[in-house]
């Protein structure tokens, strides 16, 4: 890793279900598994509450990633609410991916209310990733580069 | 990583089986027509793999006793099935020696016009994957 | 401009050894809004509480920012707090800096760093809260029983004893369900009719409770509390009223030859007909498409033979439109078809039955007046093999991933009944594990081994092969013995898989109730709210929740009963104030929302507008808030932006991305 | 009166380039438009006109005004800086030119909008005369001679020279920082490009368009008149005409914030958008048709109420090029002629 | 086009129709522009050619408002947005009467000129009833001719067919027009590497001068006021201060009309930086072909919309990495 990269702190911003995935975020958090602080979480109702346009405007703010989590397919509190926040996700994923911006920037993970360790897990392999793409350049409004 | 669970994660891979769906209950080998034939039985076959014994399972007789009826792999209801674990302990038997292998279109010249049909499908049949 | 006040709790060392719970308090000073920070031990303690109460008062917040543990465990506490106050709660917004900092961060610096960021985003948040209302729907005070089972009798009994009307909406001719068809139950071996037909003559003649029989329900609009159904009572064909039951029109009926229902196609009914004797009501059915009279306009018999006259060719289907506050499903189950399992000889062979046939063949009113014979040439059995886990615990599309839980009871109460009538009769069950949790239900099993001689063999059966002479070769294997088995055997009873019924879809997409991949209802929550519906309003009894057997049954059916009759003992109910918005000036009616909303809860209507000096009548979004669960579907599938979630509004969240981007 | 080569055009962009800023038409992805100079831009100037006007160099689509720092609790607010730097803007068109008229007009007026009035300091024009006007075009009806890029330095593409003449001080300035590259050159050349550009204008439909009626006295008169129902109707309500426009001077304010500070910038307004002059009780244009007249007012009636008679309008036809629906000036001018005759 | 004046005047006069919306001959050979007429007289001035681009389904939004039936002139891929808006309550069916008119592919004069033809007086060659495969243009400079599918708009190119979806009458023989693959350029560009990808967009981004012509001549954007023109989400933006913002309004865009947009081309076609924007909307339409079936909007008015439909077995959206 260069010297670059390890000053590098990324922005992360992580949408999460209040029923299963920030559940599963507290859970983590209450069995002591760690990840790394830059992710920020922002509590959600249900994953179909997540607009497209709050992941574009955290990139524009200056975030170098975004996830989405949500209850598992099948297992959404409001019974399809994750059901379309998935297609509408897969549609904006590839359209970032469609004007060059780097696909690992963007992910959705599915954790349910009892998947403190896949939580942690998620977040460690998100932030790694992210790091190894370095700051994004592609997707920010340039008046928020300080 | 040992050569035995090498050739396991080999197996495991040539085959697609994931051993640990397995939940014993015996319909494979009750579904065998070599079952009396067999030293280590069809249901047998997977803890064979899951325990990584693998020396066991290609030195056995049942290696070469099962005909590839495959009514395990349609009758097992966990999606285990056992003829294609056997079938996987074979091609590790059949790479480790080291046999050359032959690509579908050189068949027709070897063929023997004696050789009997049904041995080609069933050939095929078991390692089309 | 809001008033804020921020709240940082230690925790005792929970938050403030990994996050400088000083340093935030300070920090929350320097954001736009926030007039007041402190920190405290412990927030949620009453000392902590009487701070925020203070701080309301003195410096007249008018939003609090706590900055503790998750919302999910204290949020209502300190939402609590501030109303006490005189705040609205819902100004209230926690920053989580326990589970998702403090826990998990090691380095004091990085922890507080992210409190810090954490704290701002709740501010920002704060910031574009604006006062929240719980609304108010009213309660009708009668529920709706879907099913007429065992699990919805006795739910119907349950709410009609505490004084409240139920109708119970059966599908067939009477209600009674599976427990009907069965023989005896385990582990009492009690009889079956003896103990449900009380129960069904009880719900019969409860003032409270009306019975809908050969009906359907048809249509499901509203909500909790005010639920509006139309429910098909398909056309009997007899007047309800008028018939006596006496059953001459069912003997003298030349049309004998529709298989039987309740027999599980095992023998013949006749085109009019009660499915059983204990029928409830006591009246029967004409089949149109079994009728000589309906396929052919000639016979009239029927109607001949009736002396009260109850004969009507002409009735037909009648919607009744009725209004519940609550809605409980039993709509229970039926076995899986076993086409898919042509290794067991169920198409081919009239010996291979299923233990739900078995019932009937056992039962004095079955099909072989409860003498145990072969089906195909009356003899009686020597040899009978039960095999266990057909279609269950199966990972491929042929049967189910689940154990449907009731069988390896009711095959050690068969073959035990069966020892017990017949000792003559050997009994050879195949298992691939026997499962007996519950009370009395491990003793009841070795009783059918160590008392009946039952023989328990270890080992799935791989194929039945009908024999020409009759006999049924089965194969199987002994995983204990090592060996294969070979078996000659009279007959062979499947203990086949469980599933919902099929019908239980269509009445979830109705009730917009969730169901999942194998059309089980989901529960609100697997531990904690079993016998609820995530919807509002709807409640779960019986094997449409998962499988069960009797007692599990009859007490989950009481504990529905007892949320529903929860429900209908409020005169009013409060709703969440996070609901869904339109705002009707940006409102296109496009009716996109109305398509996304779970919950029906998005309607039309032509509104007068007043858009800037325009006045028009537009076709805009109204969400009913009684029904509206706040999931945020529709604020997402608008294009406009006219439909907003309270409490989770496009600029609050938009403020905490900033927040944390900053 | 100066020459050069149109080959050698490239080391004079070079050469102007090392001292100053240097914008021209440069073709990006199939589109030419103003843009600053590079080594590796596909300068055109063979494209009469570009889709954005040169307005953009002097009064840009959208230019900060201050910042507002925010640390703590305290404030710091930092104004834009003016231009400071020279700027050479090459090959506009005499319609452009004029437009920078009209902009002076509105924006040199007291109050001086001091980020335009940099600007124009700094900026030296070299204008080109157009070689071949188009059927779109009618700067002629306003004045405007296409052979006579009247600014800093005129010029003429002919054959394969570029005829170079300053006009200006400033125009001197430039023609000295480049003689090096220039050779003297006499008129005749010159003078037979104009005649054929004037040739090619008397043929083209628009030129003699009349705009008899159309007058800063004309106000309640055509204010009144019930063509604009007719006319706005295909409108779709872009920005299309205002945008591409040389003229259109409108702009509205707004605030950006960035984290921790807020920047407040201006830029390009319509008068086609519905929140156009959008105020806090709300709009004093509530339909498309009040919008629609107000543009086609402002540039033939209003401006010239308050500038002497001068019309906002140059004839470039842009407008009559990019409008979705086919509407432009041009049109509307011509509906009230027809009105007239009619009555 | 004289059958359709002809049929429109007897509509007209025996009262089914209060008015036509149609196309209005301009005063250049090449731009003609929507209107309506509401006499026989007016339809003196009525034309329809080879020019006649608009889509007018985006005027029936306000035309389904007025007093008595309008009878509108839709091309065959107009009918499909016409649908479109009839599925989301923005036209009301029961008042227009649609004429559907022949189409042999429409023209793009800017295509016209990039072959460097100047100083047009007249074209002729673009009425619909022409069989003429070449335009044969007057300029002042003398006589030029040119292919006419040479200068058709993009989305003829890739033309839906010559069938209307909805009509109350057909008037005019339709043409096959396309010669060209709907998805290629989309699946070029998914092609590219990231930085070429990156570097395609931001090029023709970098000309949007956000005069919000692409949206509003959308008949899918029918929004009453526009999430950037509004304060629902702090994204009221008017200027392109930073190439982000083009491209969050133009994702965006593309994405509120995801599973809604027909593929009109009415966005490239009036864009004045000639910014190929069909190219997003044609991406989500090939994403939905290819995650959630093929589907086509517009073409029936009561479907489930892909973005207001789901199934179990949807595709994560993990698999726009996998795809490579």
């Known amino acids: 890793m260069s010297l670059e990269n390890k000053e590098f702190k990324p922005k992360i911003v992580a949408f999460c279900c209040n029923w299963c995935s920030y559940a599963g975020a507290d859970l983590a958090g209450s069995s002591r598994l760690s990840y790394p602080a830059d992710v920020k979480i922002i509590r959600v109702p249900c994953s179909c509450r997540v607009n497209p346009m709050f992941i574009l405007r955290a990139f524009e703010k200056g975030a170098d990633g975004v996830i989405m989590c949500g209850c598992h397919p099948g297992d959404c509190h409001y019974s399809t609410g994750n059901y379309y926040a998935r297609r509408r996700m897969t549609l904006l994923f590839s359209m970032l991916d469609y004007i060059g911006v780097e696909n690992g920037r963007t992910r959705v993970e599915w954790v349910s209310a009892a998947e403190g360790v896949k939580f942690s897990e998620t977040m460690n392999s998100f932030v790694e990733k992210i790091y190894s793409l370095g700051e994004n350049v592609r997707l920010g409004d340039l008046r928020c580069k300080n | ?129 | 401009m809001q008033r804020i006040g921020v709240f940082v709790c230690h925790c005792g060392s929970n938050i403030a050894a990994t996050v400088d719970v000083k340093k935030v308090a300070e920090m929350a000073l320097m954001e736009p809004g926030v007039v007041h920070s402190e920190d405290y031990q412990y927030m949620c303690s009453e000392a902590g509480q009487a701070k925020i109460a203070a701080a309301i008062h003195e410096k007249g917040l008018t939003g609090v920012v706590v900055c503790s543990c998750s919302p999910r465990m204290h949020e209502t506490t300190f939402r609590k707090a501030a109303e006490r106050a005189g705040l609205n709660p819902y100004m209230v917004e926690i920053a989580n800096i326990r589970e998702h900092c403090s826990w998990i961060h090691k380095d004091i610096e990085e922890g507080t760093k992210k409190a810090v960021i954490l704290m701002r985003a709740a501010v920002a948040k704060v910031n574009l809260n604006a006062p929240l209302q719980a609304g108010e729907s009213r309660v009708t005070k009668r529920a709706l029983v879907i099913g007429g089972g065992i699990a919805g009798i006795q739910t119907a009994l349950d709410i009609a004893d505490a004084g409240y009307e139920v109708d119970i909406v059966e599908k067939t001719p009477s209600i009674g369900g599976r427990m009907s068809q069965l023989d005896k139950t385990f582990p009492t071996l009690d009889c079956s009719a003896c103990i449900l037909t009380p129960k069904m003559v009880e719900a019969s003649a409860h003032e409270k409770i009306k019975i809908y029989t050969y009906s359907e329900v048809e249509k499901v609009s509203g909500f909790v509390g005010d639920f509006m159904v139309d429910i098909r009572k398909k056309a009997r064909s007899v007047d309800m009223d008028k018939c006596t039951g006496c059953g001459v029109c069912q003997e003298k009926c030349p049309s004998k030859k529709a298989p039987s229902e309740f027999n599980r196609g095992l023998n013949t009914r006749s085109a009019i007909y009660t499915p059983f004797a204990q029928a409830i009501p006591n009246v029967p059915v004409i089949d149109r498409e079994a009728c000589i009279k309906f396929k052919t306009g000639k016979c009239g018999l029927c109607s001949k033979v009736c002396q009260a006259g109850a004969i009507d060719y002409d009735q037909q289907d009648e919607i009744i439109t009725e209004k519940y506050g609550a809605i409980v499903v039993a709509t229970g189950f039926d076995t899986i078809n076993l086409d898919k399992y042509d290794e067991y000889a169920y198409s081919q062979s009239k010996d291979v039955i299923t233990s739900l046939e078995l019932e009937r063949v056992m039962n004095a009113a079955g099909p072989t007046h409860g003498h145990l014979e072969r089906l195909s040439d009356g003899k009686a059995p020597k040899e009978i093999v039960f095999i266990q886990c057909v279609g269950s615990r199966c990972s491929d599309d042929r049967g189910k991933p689940y154990c449907s839980k009731i069988c390896c009871m009711y095959t050690a109460k068969h073959a035990m009944l069966i020892r017990d009538k017949y000792p003559d009769v050997n009994v050879t069950v195949f298992y691939i594990d026997v499962r007996t949790p519950g009370k009395n239900f491990d003793e009841f099993y070795r009783r059918a081994v160590e008392q009946y001689g039952v023989n328990y063999i270890k080992g799935q059966v791989g194929k039945v092969i009908p024999q020409p002479d009759g006999k049924l070769l089965v194969q199987g294997s002994d995983l204990l013995d090592n060996r294969q088995i070979l078996k000659e055997a009279d007959m062979v009873v499947l203990a086949t898989a469980i599933e919902p019924n099929p019908d239980v879809r269509k009445i979830a997409t109705m009730l917009t109730a969730s169901i999942d991949t194998n059309n089980f209802l989901t529960e609100a929550h697997a531990k904690l709210r079993p016998v609820e519906s995530p919807t509002a309003g709807i409640f779960l009894s019986g094997v449409c929740q998962g499988p069960k057997d009797i007692p599990e049954t009859v007490a989950q059916a009481g504990a529905a009963a007892v949320k529903a009759i929860g429900l209908l003992a409020k005169d009013k109910l409060l709703t969440n104030p996070c609901t869904a918005q339109s705002d009707i000036l940006l409102c296109n009616g496009c009716s996109t929302c109305e398509n996304v909303c779970p919950y029906g809860a998005i309607t039309y209507e032509d509104k007068e507008v007043n858009d800037h000096g325009i006045r028009e009548t537009r076709r805009v979004a109204v969400v009913n808030n009684a029904l509206c669960q706040g999931c945020g579907a529709c604020t997402v599938a608008c294009p406009s932006g006219a439909m907003d979630l309270q409490g989770f509004s496009n600029r609050q969240i938009i403020a905490e991305v900033d927040a944390i981007c900053r | 009166m100066y020459k050069i080569a149109k080959e050698n055009l490239s080391a004079l962009f070079q050469l102007i380039a090392d001292s100053q800023e240097l914008y021209l038409p440069v073709k990006t992805a199939g589109q030419t438009n103003f843009a600053a100079w590079s080594k590796d831009a596909e300068v055109d100037l063979d494209t009469l006109k570009t889709v954005k006007s040169a307005k953009d160099a002097f009064f840009p689509q959208s230019e900060g005004l201050y910042t507002v720092k925010k640390e703590g609790k305290k404030m710091s607010v930092e104004p834009e800086a003016l231009k400071e730097q020279d700027f050479v803007v090459f090959g506009m068109r005499a319609c452009d030119v004029r437009g920078l008229a009209v902009l002076d007009n509105v924006f040199l007026a007291d109050p001086i909008d001091t980020f335009y009035a940099a600007r124009r300091d700094h900026g030296t024009v070299v204008a080109l005369a157009c070689h071949e006007p188009e059927e779109t075009c009618f700067c002629k009806v306003f004045g405007v001679d296409a052979a006579e890029p009247l600014s800093d330095v005129a010029a003429w593409m002919v054959g394969e020279e570029l005829y170079w003449k300053p006009l200006t001080e400033k125009g001197e300035a430039l023609t000295a920082s480049v003689k090096e590259l220039l050779s003297d050159a006499d008129e005749a050349a010159v003078d037979a490009e104009k005649d054929a550009i004037h040739h090619i204008v008397e043929k083209l439909p628009y030129m003699n368009l009349s705009l008899e009626g159309w007058d800063g006295d004309a106000l309640s008169e055509k204010f009144d008149s019930p063509i604009w129902e007719e006319l706005y109707k295909p409108c779709l309500a872009c920005g299309t005409c205002t945008f591409v426009c040389p003229t259109c001077q409108c702009y509205d304010i707004k605030d950006y914030t960035a984290g921790n500070s807020i920047s407040r910038y201006r830029c390009w307004d319509s008068c086609m958008y519905s929140d156009f002059t959008m105020m806090a009780h709300g709009n004093n244009r509530t339909s498309q048709m009040q919008r629609f007249r107000q543009r086609f007012m402002h540039k033939l009636v209003y401006y010239p109420a308050n500038n002497d008679g001068m019309y906002s309008c140059v004839g470039c036809g842009r407008c009559v090029e990019k409008c979705p629906s086919a509407l432009n000036i041009v049109k509307v001018v011509k509906a009230f002629q027809n009105q007239g005759g009619e009555k | 086009m004289q059958e359709l004046i002809n049929r429109a005047k007897e509509l007209l006069a025996d009262g089914t129709v209060a008015r036509v919306l149609g196309w209005k001959a301009g005063d250049l050979p090449y731009n003609p522009e929507p209107a309506y007429f509401e006499t026989a007289e007016a339809m003196e001035d009525f034309v329809y050619n080879g020019f006649c681009g608009a889509n007018l389904s985006k005027y029936m939004i306000e035309a389904s408002r007025l007093e008595g039936k309008t009878l509108v002139c839709l091309k065959p891929c107009d009918t499909y947005s016409f649908n479109q808006l009839i599925k989301e309550h923005r036209v009301d069916r029961e008042k227009a009467y649609i004429v559907g008119v022949g189409c042999k592919g429409k023209l793009d004069i800017e295509k016209v000129k990039k072959q460097g033809i100047k100083g047009i007086e007249s074209i002729g060659g673009a009425e619909i009833a022409d069989e003429a495969e070449t335009l044969t243009i007057q300029t002042i400079y003398g006589e030029k001719t040119c292919a006419y599918a040479d200068v058709m708009l993009e989305r003829c190119h890739v033309c839906k067919g010559k069938d209307h979806m909805v009509y109350d009458e057909i008037i005019g023989e339709s043409k096959e027009t396309k010669d060209a693959e709907r998805f290629d350029e989309v699946a070029r560009i998914e092609a590219m590497s990231p930085q070429e990808k990156f570097a395609f967009f931001q090029k023709e981004l970098s000309k949007c001068i956000r005069c919000n012509a692409c949206r509003n001549a959308c008949p899918a954007c029918s929004c009453r006021k526009c999430v950037f023109d509004s304060n629902k989400f702090d994204s009221s933006q008017k200027a392109n201060v930073d190439t982000f913002e083009e491209k969050m309004f133009h994702i965006i865009r593309a994405f509120h009309v995801a599973g809604r947009c027909t593929d009109c081309g009415e966005c490239s076609r009036v864009c004045p930086q000639g910014i190929p924007l069909h190219l997003f909307n044609r991406k989500f339409i090939k994403d939905i072909d290819e995650l959630y079936g093929e589907y086509q909007a517009g073409e029936d008015t009561d479907s489930k919309a892909p973005l207001t439909n789901y199934t179990f077995e949807d595709a994560e959206p993990s698999i726009v990495g996998k795809r490579g």
């Open chain 2, 1 to 129: 990583m040992s050569s035995e669970k090498k050739q396991a994660e080999l197996i495991k891979e040539i085959s697609g089986v994931n051993p640990l769906k397995c939940m014993k209950c015996g319909k494979c080998s009750a579904s065998c027509p070599s079952y009396n034939e067999m030293d280590i039985k069809p249901h047998q076959f997977v803890s064979y793999v899951i325990n990584e014994d693998i020396e066991s399972l290609v030195n056995s007789k049942s290696l070469w006793k099962c005909l590839s009826c495959f009514a395990c792999v349609e009758r097992c209801p966990r999606d285990v099935k056992p003829g294609k674990l056997i079938d996987a302990a074979r091609q590790v038997v059949v790479r480790q020696k080291d046999q050359d292998y032959l690509s579908p279109n050189e068949i027709p010249e070897l063929l023997d016009p004696e050789l009997p049909q049904q041995l080609l499908v069933s050939a095929f049949r078991r390692y089309r994957r």
